[in-house]
């Protein structure tokens, strides 16, 4: 995460998506690809497993995440035979990106107030 931040005009540049949506959401590389394939289409938790070679109970893990961060939505979909299925969908594209629009003023914003601080007053922290 660290390295992404530094780099992050270069990825842009460079058509990068992963390395800042790994770092501006906290998301891990396979949370960021269920994400771009449910973006195309529709998904059953089978798919996504397969798509990110898991096992079922691991991708329902990752779509969980993905769901509670708002960027995944999971649906019911009746069969033709009776009975259901769950499905998933990623969030639209253009409210991903005002997320992203805001999620990087905040950052700016962040910056702008570490920047303005007398670091010596900052209290020391480890972190375990």
Same mark, same amino acid.
Request: charged letters at 35%.
């Given at each position: 995460?660290?390295?992404?931040?530094?780099?992050?005009?270069?990825? /842009?540049?460079?058509g990068?998506?992963?390395?800042?949506?790994?770092?501006l959401?906290?998301?891990?590389? +396979?949370?960021?690809?269920?994400y771009?394939?449910?973006?195309?289409?529709?998904?059953?938790?089978?798919? /996504?497993?397969?798509f990110?070679?898991?096992d079922? !109970?691991t991708?329902?893990?990752l779509?969980?995440?993905?769901?509670? $961060?708002? +960027?995944?939505?999971?649906?019911?979909?009746?069969?033709?035979?009776?009975?259901?299925?769950?499905?998933? !969908? !990623?969030?639209? $594209?253009?409210?991903l990106?005002?997320?992203?629009?805001?999620?990087?003023?905040?950052?700016?914003? !962040?910056?702008? +107030?570490l920047?303005?601080?007398?670091?010596r007053?900052?209290?020391?922290? /480890?972190d375990?």
């Open positions: 995460m660290h390295r992404c931040l530094i780099n992050l005009p270069e990825v /842009i540049n460079e990068g998506k992963c390395d800042i949506f790994e770092c959401f906290g998301l891990k590389p +396979l949370h960021v690809k269920i771009f394939y449910a973006l195309k289409q529709k998904k059953t938790i089978k798919e /996504i497993a397969d990110v070679e898991r079922r !109970s991708a329902v893990r779509v969980q995440r993905l769901i509670r $961060q708002a +960027l995944i939505t999971k649906e019911i979909e009746m069969l033709p035979n009776g009975g259901m299925r769950h499905i998933y !969908s !990623s969030t639209a $594209q253009d409210i990106k005002e997320r992203l629009k805001t999620t990087i003023k905040h950052v700016e914003k !962040s910056v702008d +107030l920047v303005k601080r007398d670091w007053l900052i209290p020391d922290r /480890i375990d």
